[in-house]
């Protein structure tokens, strides 16, 4: 016997809501979103948690214009989804560095960066780019707005919204 299988890609114009189809158990012990479907109802660049694990977590974006700089104590990581997204990079100077390097999260820098200008990276679906501590990375998109699953540490700008994304029943 052969099984067909089909790979659907979704994007911020065409998914489907997120579902658990539980075999013999009840969907409320499970946890499942979809990172299009929190885009879509989210405003750009609010950092919404959608997965889990102690203090790691995976935030959804939606990249839509051009975001405020931000900056962490540790690295983390950038993978577009949908759309293409520019991210501009600055070594910053000890000054607006994070001072806590036990800090989870990003945070936002106060002003303009300030340092060496690292360069720039365009990424689009399936690009996933670094954004290394202690540099302040900003987001721009020109065209339609995109998605951004951002894997970090859960920090003071994490927005939980777990009534409003998961299945319940």
């Avoid at 109802?41 to 995976?58: A, M, W």
């Amino acid at each position: 016997m052969t099984v067909a299988y089909q790979t659907r890609f979704g994007s911020l114009k065409h998914f489907e809501k997120g579902h658990v189809e539980p075999i013999d158990d009840d969907v409320r012990h499970y946890a499942f979103s979809n990172c299009f479907e929190i885009a879509s109802i989210s405003r750009p660049y609010e950092k919404v948690v959608f997965g889990q694990n102690q203090i790691y977590v995976l935030e959804t974006l939606r990249a839509e214009g051009t975001s405020p700089w931000y900056t962490s104590a540790h690295d983390e990581f950038a993978l577009v989804m949908d759309g293409e997204v520019e991210v501009h990079l600055v070594q910053l100077d000890a000054g607006q560095a994070v001072a806590d390097k036990d800090k989870n999260g990003a945070v936002l820098v106060q002003g303009e960066p300030r340092g060496r200008k690292m360069g720039w990276m365009k990424l689009s679906r399936g690009h996933q780019g670094l954004l290394p501590k202690n540099a302040a990375y900003q987001f721009r998109v020109a065209g339609d707005p995109g998605v951004i699953v951002l894997q970090t540490c859960k920090g003071d700008l994490s927005v939980e919204k777990w009534a409003d994304i998961c299945q319940t029943q």
